[in-house]
Each structure stands twice: as C-alpha cells, then as structure tokens.
C-alpha cells in the first residue's frame, strides 16, 4: 500500500512516499481503508519525536491519528462492525502502530464508530482527536454543566471548533480567545463572547463577562500561553483544563496557589482512560445535529508536509484534511 513515511526525526521535509505491505487486523482490531485522514498538532508533534514518552516508533513510520473510510476487514471477536462499513475513529499509532496517513489502517474496534448521518468523510475526518479532546476536557475532566461558563483558549481551531458547540450542547455560556478575522466564524459555532487574544487584558475582558470567574477554561493552544492568568480568570470551585500534548504543564507551585483558591487545573489525560465512552458521546451529539463540521482544508495526501508547516503555525481556522482515496468511495 502507498503511505507517507518518516525514516527518522525532523521537520516537515522527512515526510515521503512510501510502499509498505497492508496490515492484517488482529483480534478485537478493524482494518479501515481510508478516505480521509485529519492532521493535527500532536502529528508534527510524533514527527519530530516529542510524543517518545508516549509512543514506541519504529522505521518507516506512518503518521496520523485521525481518520474516516470504509471498513475492509475485521479481527476476531469484532462484532460491531463488518466490511464496507463507514467509519470514522483513530488509528493505533499511540500504541506505536502505523498511523492514517496510508491506504489502509488498522483501528482498535473500541475507537470506531459510525459515520454520523449526513457528514461526509472529509468532515468526519476532523472529528476524532479533536473532538474527543474537546468533549472529554469539558464534559468529562471539566464537568462542564447547564447554565455554566466556560473560556476556550483557541476557539477557531479544530479543538475550539467543536469545543464551543459541545459546550453549548450541555447549556453552558461560552467565551473563547481567537484572531480578530475568526470572530464570525465562531459566533457562528455559538460563541457568546470573542476575545481579540491580541487586544490584551484578557482577564479583565472575561470578568466583565463572568464578574465572578468562568467554571471551566480549556486551553486548546497550549504552550503555557493562558497559565499566567489562570487564577485571574477561574471562579472559585472552577477547573482550569489542559491538553498535555500541547506541551502545558502548570508548575507545581501554580498548581498549590490554585488550590489555595479552590481552583483545580487538571491536565486532559486524567479522562484519556474513557476515551471510548467520549467518541461514543461525541458521535452521539454529531448524529443528533448537536454538533457540526468544524472548518474543512481538504489537501492531497501528498502535500502532508505543507500540511504540517500550517498546523504547526497555529493559524488555521477548523482542520485541515489529508485527501487519500475518492471521497465517493463506497
């Protein structure tokens, strides 16, 4: 099968064709021929060897978590699905398995589910890790509930994207930090409130909005670039949530002076366990209408490293999709 490699650590120019035998499914595994494949931060992130403490790599190795296409075979004791199956979910690279930059991939059967009803397989294809990353720092590690606020760090993204409307789902007010030319587009998702992050006095915005504080932050942007206000912004009671493969990590004298004001920052993997139970959520709310395709950047497979250079800029509105097989497939 045809897929873009890595031989080895480095930035996006490592990326290349190559041709490696198909994966057979093992049990409790689904082989997925793949349509789509969504990029994200945490790609670039495994390219350059960021994610070691995360994942065991070998040489070629295929990029790529996200992914939507048919179901071409399945492994012993799979049940929930058979072949030509669409399917949207993440592939095993986590566990060190070829990704979904590739004609075929292999799937844990727990980490599918079905292609939510009127979406097409490039939208599909942008849901997996961020929305799971979404809906599980706000529904499940935030305990986001009705008539709560919550801030999100980076609302035109892909994990803003669908945070926002994920948030609105469960009766919440939402605010959310993004460009001056994505203001539209995510009022558009929902938003009640959108901060110019570059207009400074942040905090002092969110209280006008939230006099006491908001319930929940969640931080798709990462890199410690909301911590210094976080005590500022965060009402007593409320949870400051961060996605770790974003590289923010709060000190642990940040995380102490938090708890003084009965303030908990918690990082996104203490719900990684449920992962399942979160793209069962998320699917659930997609199929209902509760949740809509995020921007779309559709590219071939072949442009992956011009992909990776976008994301990892951070300024792209919604994901960008890598195209590999006829989205009328199937």
């Known amino acids: 099968m045809r897929a873009m490699v890595i031989d080895g650590f480095g930035d996006a120019g490592v990326l290349r064709w190559g041709d490696l035998p198909q994966p057979v499914p093992g049990p409790g595994e689904v082989l997925v021929r793949v349509v789509c494949a969504g990029v994200n931060p945490a790609d670039w992130k495994t390219r350059e060897g960021k994610l070691s403490a995360y994942i065991d790599y070998h040489f070629p190795f295929v990029l790529g978590f996200d992914l939507a296409g048919l179901v071409e075979a399945v492994g012993e ?6 072949p030509g199956d669409r399917v949207f979910g993440m592939s095993r690279q986590g566990q060190g398995l070829d990704g979904s930059y590739a004609e075929y991939c292999i799937a844990g059967a727990a980490f599918l589910a079905p292609l939510p009803p009127r979406w097409s397989f490039a939208q599909a294809a942008a849901l997996p890790v961020a929305g ?15 008539g709560q606020s919550v801030l999100i760090n ?22 959310v930090t993004c460009g001056a030319d994505n203001q539209a587009y995510v009022r558009g998702l929902g938003a009640d409130l959108a ?4 207009g400074g006095d942040l905090a002092g915005k969110v209280r006008a909005w939230a006099p006491g504080g908001v319930d929940l932050v969640l931080d798709a942007v990462g890199l410690d670039t909301l911590l210094p206000a976080a005590l500022d912004i965060v009402a007593p009671g409320g949870r400051y949530v961060e996605i770790e493969t974003l590289m923010s990590r709060a000190s642990d004298e940040l995380v102490a002076e938090a708890a003084k004001r009965d303030i908990r920052i918690l990082s996104n993997m203490v719900a990684v366990a449920r992962l399942p139970e979160h793209l069962k959520g998320l699917a659930a709310l997609c199929a209902a209408g509760g949740v809509k395709p995020p921007a779309i950047e559709a590219m071939p497979l072949g442009d992956a490293a011009e992909a990776h250079r976008r994301v990892e800029a951070q300024h792209v509105r919604g994901k960008i999709i890598l195209d590999v097989a006829d989205h009328d497939a199937g």
């Open 195 to 198: 901060i110019d992050y570059r």
């Open 132 to 146: 799971t990353t979404a809906y599980g720092g706000i529904v499940d590690a935030g305990e986001l509930g009705v």
């Open 154 to 175: 980076g609302g035109a993204g892909g994990v803003g994207s669908i945070g926002i409307q994920v948030a609105k789902a469960l009766g919440a007010r939402v605010a």
């Open 77 to 82: 004791g799979v049940e929930a699905f058979q």
